[in-house]
């Protein structure tokens, strides 16, 4: 592949509408639980077809990063721009956490100027759907989508598209689940009684994948013991990731077959790094390091690599920007063709299910430095779902056994160093601490600065308890209830209009002109007719939606 500084790429690559004339459709593709184990992205073991040939016809990035190590988190950062301390979706999960008047769980009332980019998108003109997962801890707000199909064991809708009205551009999102940390559960594997249902169904679903990886053949990390249970589960998730590539060029061919070749932005990555412990969870590259492919339409860049640091909040402002849409002052990334350089990712760990923890950390090219908040806890305590997969099962069984070496059983051992640094290209798989090195005293200081800023400077809402938190959103620990839509009449382009409002904080409003009709996003008064009416309904993330109300035009 030929190589390409940022500076110059931005320069060949940068978008404009005039491009086709009009707005482009966007497909965005998500790949669930995976690193950079991508053939175009260098990996030599893994089968990757489909996605490598749109590698060739796009642009291949090699240094994004996600905003946490864990799907629930990240996905929010993803769909707003934000990061998850800032919007106080940070929890791993929201819906897990027992609340003081004995229920279980909250949505995350995140900032009032805070709109998800779909619905964004929606204002821009577009249609939206969404196959599959959501996840982002504020609710899924009946505003964000025009369809939103499937679950996580639904049957591939590879022509998502087909499901929208036409007529406008539309802005596709498939997520695939199929390399998702539970179709790792083999043989090898003990499925918790709590999660039977779900594991027998993982079963299922792995009839379909392939076994085309010898376990011979893998890498095994230093940190994992190898033998040939976490050998199995490795190459296991290789053929996972074989199983996607076929999905993803099912889609691809569809979108072919049906002439959107020609306008349509198509962008694959993944929602976090692997599937395997200690990737997914951490900050630690193997959970944060995601591959990130760009195809448009008229095949500029094609086959060029963009080396400049990316973060996942970076992802909603790139959508609104190849779209023509204007880039809100919530935002806290940058559109990927901005010009803007970052100097710095940052990530977080938090509550992982109800194991409590706190880590931060900062990133630059080369250089990871890591904070833990809570070093008098060892990494590793028991957790439910992570625990019933081969790898765990066979790295707690090492540590029962006393077979460990030093840097297998470091994540067991308690107290944590306060600070940790990686140099990333020296030691990327993170296992050799300089943070006490005399040569590195000047970075660590530089960098530990970087990270305090980017806290105050987002906010970050993990300053104060989680209960806390979800009490100031949540009074009395009962969810809100957004304010019902109001009707009032006036006059639009000559026409008898009805404008709908609701009173609570920056409210987004639905609208539709019949019963089972679909719903609109309220952008502007509406015409009505004689003898006519509408129905709305009103959402401020994070609340329960209003009433579904009627306006009567006579």
């Not at 609710?139 to 679950?151: F, H």
């Not at 087909?162 to 199929?178: Q, W, Y």
């Not at 600070?419 to 020296?426: A, C, F, I, V």
Request: charged share 25%.
């Amino acid at each position: 592949m030929r190589m390409l500084r940022w500076l110059t790429f931005t320069v060949v690559a940068g978008l404009s509408l005039t491009a086709w004339g009009k707005q482009p459709n966007i497909l965005f593709i998500v790949a669930e639980d995976l690193s950079p184990r991508i053939g175009t992205f260098g990996d030599e073991i893994a089968k990757t077809p489909n996605i490598d040939a749109l590698a060739e016809q796009g642009i291949r990035f090699t240094n994004v990063y996600a905003a946490a190590g864990v799907c629930a988190p990240n996905r929010s950062a993803l769909i707003s721009g934000m990061y998850p301390i800032s919007l106080g979706t940070h929890q791993m999960r929201t819906s897990q956490l027992p609340l003081p008047n004995g229920k279980t769980g909250y949505e995350t009332v995140t900032p009032a100027q805070m709109k998800a980019f779909p619905e964004l998108l929606r204002r821009a003109g577009y249609e939206t759907v969404n196959f599959a997962k959501k996840d982002y801890q504020f609710g899924t707000p009946s505003t964000l989508w025009d369809k939103d199909i499937g679950n996580y064991f639904s049957p591939l809708k590879a022509d998502l598209w087909n499901e929208l009205s036409g007529g406008k551009p539309f802005f596709a999102m498939i997520n695939l689940m199929s390399t998702h940390e539970g179709h790792l559960l083999t043989e090898d594997g003990k499925a918790a009684e709590k999660f039977k249902g779900f594991t027998d169904l993982i079963k299922k679903d792995l009839a379909k994948v392939q076994a085309v990886t010898d376990p011979a053949s893998v890498t095994v990390p230093p940190y994992y013991p190898d033998t040939p249970v976490v050998r199995r589960s490795i190459a296991q998730h290789y053929n996972n990731i074989h199983y996607m590539d076929s999905q993803v060029g099912e889609i691809l061919a569809a979108l072919k077959r049906d002439g959107l070749d020609d306008n349509t932005i198509v962008v694959w990555t993944t929602d976090h790094g692997d599937a395997l412990p200690r990737a997914k969870r951490s900050v630690y590259d193997t959970g944060l390091h995601i591959p990130l492919i760009v195809r448009f339409p008229d095949r500029r860049g094609a086959g060029t690599q963009n080396d400049r640091l990316i973060s996942m909040v970076d992802f909603a402002p790139t959508f609104l920007s190849f779209a023509g849409a204007p880039l809100p002052d919530f935002l806290q990334g940058t559109g990927i063709f901005s010009g803007e350089q970052r100097e710095y990712i940052y990530a977080a760990r938090d509550r992982m299910d109800m194991v409590p923890d706190k880590v931060r950390a900062v990133r630059d090219l080369r250089f990871k430095y890591i904070r833990n908040d809570m070093p008098e806890l060892p990494y590793f305590r028991p957790l439910v779902f992570r625990d019933m997969f081969p790898v765990m099962i066979a790295w707690w069984e090492g540590l029962d056994k006393q077979s460990l070496n030093p840097a297998q059983q470091f994540y067991f051992e308690a107290p944590r160093p306060g600070d940790e640094l990686y140099d990333t290209d020296n030691d990327p798989w993170e296992t050799r601490n300089l943070a006490d090195d005399p040569p590195q005293k000047a970075r660590l200081s530089r960098m530990k600065k970087a990270l305090k800023n980017w806290e105050v400077q987002v906010h970050d809402k993990s300053t104060e308890p989680e209960t806390s938190m979800v009490g100031a959103m949540w009074p009395g620990f009962e969810q809100p209830v957004t304010a019902s839509p109001q009707f009032k009449l006036t006059e639009c382009h000559r026409q008898v209009c009805v404008a709908i409002t609701s009173s609570s904080d920056n409210a987004s409003v639905a609208w539709r002109m019949a019963a089972g009709a679909p719903w609109q996003l309220y952008t502007q008064p509406v015409p009505v007719q004689p003898n006519s009416y509408i129905e709305a309904k009103a959402v401020r993330y994070g609340y329960q939606e209003s009433n579904v109300e009627q306006y009567h035009h006579d």
